[in-house]
């Protein structure tokens, strides 16, 4: 089958598309043939070495994150999914595996994809939503009134950030360039500002809390603008002792790692009297069934900045580096529709 693979770290020219061996699903474990496939910045973050102290795959690897495609087979003891569903998902963190025709997924990780969505669009849900969820949800605990910050608002997060924040009853603030700004008032932001021209915390009044999608001395802004008690929740800031012990099973030597890493914004955060927590998103094929039904009912719906054929990936893939889509970039495996 063919595969886009990552074979060094690196800049581009350590992926590529070849043949690989088909692969076969273990006990629990299903075979996808991939229909489309979603790209998010944890792909070239990968390729680069960024995620090395906790993500080392054997090289040579075939990429990507996530999914959406037919089930081809399913292993023996997977019980979720038959033979012709179709199905979506956030592959195993570890696994990687989705930029290639078939792969295999932890049936825990699959869910049924939205019967209203055709491939392209489901594969553009499952990293991105569920790290939004995950965020929004259940850090920020973000419920009716809530006033919300989200810096950067109009990329492949923040697209369902808007939308699930909006969903929970928030009141919702966002940055975005003049490029975004229609896009993300038709999610239904609130407030946009425009992050080329102004400081956030000069225009805003103070918020409940902050969803982080930029990092840098945005997240440290971030800490001047929330309330007193209130949070900021990063996913491009840099991890903390909770994101170790929380959500990578880590030992003493990576908590102690992300507290020395992280002390500049956990002293901010200290000063301003609000919590600084890093997430990083966890796969799940219960929480991928949610955000089916908020699709169904009219509550979510992604974004398609473009698509690619699976043959110009590595073209996808350097648009996404360019940082500046609205919404998702998908690549098109072909054969199916
Ligand atoms: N920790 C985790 O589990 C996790 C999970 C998912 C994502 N992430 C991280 O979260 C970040 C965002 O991911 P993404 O998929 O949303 O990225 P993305 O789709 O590549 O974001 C691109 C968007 O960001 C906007 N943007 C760029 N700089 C900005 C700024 N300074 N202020 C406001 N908006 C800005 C761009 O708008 P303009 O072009 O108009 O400027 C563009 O629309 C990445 O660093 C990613 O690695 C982490």
């Known amino acids: 089958m063919r595969a886009f693979v990552l074979t060094g770290y690196g800049g581009p020219e350590n992926t590529e598309l070849r043949d690989m061996p088909k692969p076969m699903p273990g006990a629990g474990e299903v075979l996808v043939r991939v229909a489309a496939a979603g790209l998010n910045p944890v792909d070239w973050k990968i390729r680069e070495g960024q995620l090395r102290t906790v993500l080392r795959p054997d090289l040579p690897a075939t990429a990507g994150n996530e999914l959406a495609g037919t089930v081809e087979a399913v292993g023996s003891a997977a019980k979720k999914f038959v033979v012709g569903d179709k199905v979506y998902a956030r592959t195993g963190k570890d696994a990687l595996g989705a930029f290639a025709e078939y792969a295999v997924v932890d049936e825990d990780h699959l869910a049924a994809m939205p019967e209203s969505l055709d491939f392209v669009e489901a594969a553009a849900i ?52 003049p ?84 002390a500049k914004y956990r002293m901010q955060a200290r000063l301003a009297g609000v919590d600084y927590r890093y997430l990083f998103m966890h796969p799940g094929g219960s929480e ?14 992604p974004v398609i900045d473009s698509t690619y054929a699976f043959a110009e990936i590595a073209d996808a893939m350097a648009e996404l580096e360019r940082g500046h889509a609205k919404g998702k970039i998908v690549v098109t495996m072909g054969g199916e529709s």
Request: proline share 3%; with cysteine; aromatic share 6%.
């Open 126 to 177: 499952p990293l991105a939503a569920l790290t939004a969820l995950q965020a929004i949800r259940d850090e920020l605990q973000v419920g009716q009134g809530f006033r919300l910050l989200i810096t950067g608002g109009a990329g492949g997060v923040g697209t369902f950030a808007i939308q699930i924040a909006k969903a929970l009853g928030a009141h919702v603030i966002t940055t975005a360039s």
């Open 179 to 262: 490029r975004g700004r229609e896009l993300v008032e038709s999610l239904g932001a609130d407030e946009v500002v425009n992050y080329e021209n102004v400081q956030f915390e000069d225009e805003i009044a103070p918020v409940d809390g902050a969803f982080d999608l930029v990092g840098g001395t945005t997240l440290s802004r971030c800490f001047e603008i929330v309330k007193k008690g209130g949070r900021v929740v990063s996913v491009a800031g840099m991890p903390e002792p909770r994101t170790a012990r929380q959500d990578m099973d880590g030992g003493s030597a990576l908590v102690a790692l992300f507290w020395v890493a992280s």
């Open 288 to 301: 991928l069934a949610e955000l089916a039904r908020m699709v169904e009912c009219g509550k979510l719906r």
